[in-house]
């Protein structure tokens, strides 16, 4: 795969769960994943158009478990960061709605535009960048329904756990998490901006994602089906497994800072 990443015009990964649960955010599936603990049915867009109020009762919690602490990026999300200041990384499109890529990529957290492609340039040497797509949002953000106006999460969590259920913007609109809920369309820029990609792509790793949640787990057959070589990279088996060219059962820990030095290493040494 190496030698595939370092010939490739252009490589795309798509990331999941996987990649951020050594940095100690839960995953959604496998034992002790999230909805172990939580009914998905409570989070869907149907129930906050619904009952916000029971909704944001229900999702405190839900927020309080998937980022009570603070998270740092891992040696995968830096390696990936890696790949792309080396101009080895056209995009990362991420199902994750933790920021780490952003963290790693730029040093910073994420801002701007959430479930739209949000790119976060990593300016490197040969002054490609590589964009970070958030596919399902950032769950740091908030968002009004009302008047779009975006805004850190964690204040608005405080107030609906203090009973403001719904939280509600200054104009008036009722406030939702910056993140693309079960049942919601995706924004078609990013699904479009990413199905793109996936067309694009040389190379097209799939990296910690069980590979069940469409749009984003239709892009690997996308990569394959225009000529890519696609690599997935997950500790269980994938439905896209046999789309794969090669399928790495090992933790992101090893398998990516490996394939970063074998890419980037120097090799006029
Ligand atoms: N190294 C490699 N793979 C790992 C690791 C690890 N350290 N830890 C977990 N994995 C793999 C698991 O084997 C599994 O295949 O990561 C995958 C995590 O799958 P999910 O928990 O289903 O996460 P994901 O695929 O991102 O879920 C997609 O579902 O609930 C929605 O919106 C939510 O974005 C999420 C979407």
Redesign the pocket.
């Known amino acids: 795969l190496a030698d595939e990443i370092r010939r490739a015009e252009t490589v795309v990964a798509l990331t999941?769960?996987?990649i951020s649960?050594?940095s100690g955010v839960p995953?959604?599936?496998?034992d002790d994943?999230v909805?172990e603990h939580f009914d998905?049915g409570q989070f869907t867009y149907g129930r906050f158009q619904r009952d916000p109020a029971g909704f944001w009762d229900d999702r405190v919690a839900l927020h309080r478990d998937l980022f009570g602490e603070e998270y740092e990026p891992n040696v995968a999300h830096e390696a990936l960061a890696e790949l792309g200041r080396d101009g080895h990384l056209e995009a990362i499109c991420t199902?994750?709605?933790d920021g780490l890529h952003l963290d790693a990529a730029t040093g910073v957290g994420g801002d701007g535009d959430s479930s739209q492609s949000h790119s976060s340039t990593d300016a490197n040497a040969t002054g490609s960048e590589t964009t970070v797509l958030e596919l399902?949002g950032n769950a740091q953000r908030v968002r009004c329904q009302e008047c779009g106006a975006r805004t850190d999460a964690d204040p608005i969590y405080d107030r609906a756990e203090n009973g403001e259920l719904p939280p509600t913007c200054d104009c008036g609109g009722i406030y939702k998490p910056d993140v693309?809920l079960f049942g919601e369309q995706l924004s078609g820029a990013a699904i479009q901006r990413a199905q793109a990609l996936a067309r694009e792509s040389d190379v097209f790793l799939a990296i910690?994602?069980?590979?069940?949640?469409t749009p984003?787990a239709s892009l690997p057959r996308t990569a394959a089906a225009t000529g890519a070589t696609v690599g997935i990279?997950?500790?269980?088996e994938?439905p896209l497994d046999d789309v794969a060219d090669v399928c790495c059962r090992?933790?992101?820990?090893d398998v990516l800072p490996r394939l970063s030095s074998l890419v980037t290493r120097d090799l006029s040494r």
């Open positions: 999941g769960a996987g649960a050594p995953t959604f599936r496998g994943g909805w998905e199902q994750n709605t399902h693309v910690g994602s069980s590979l069940v949640v984003a990279v997950t500790l269980e994938t090992r933790d992101v820990t």
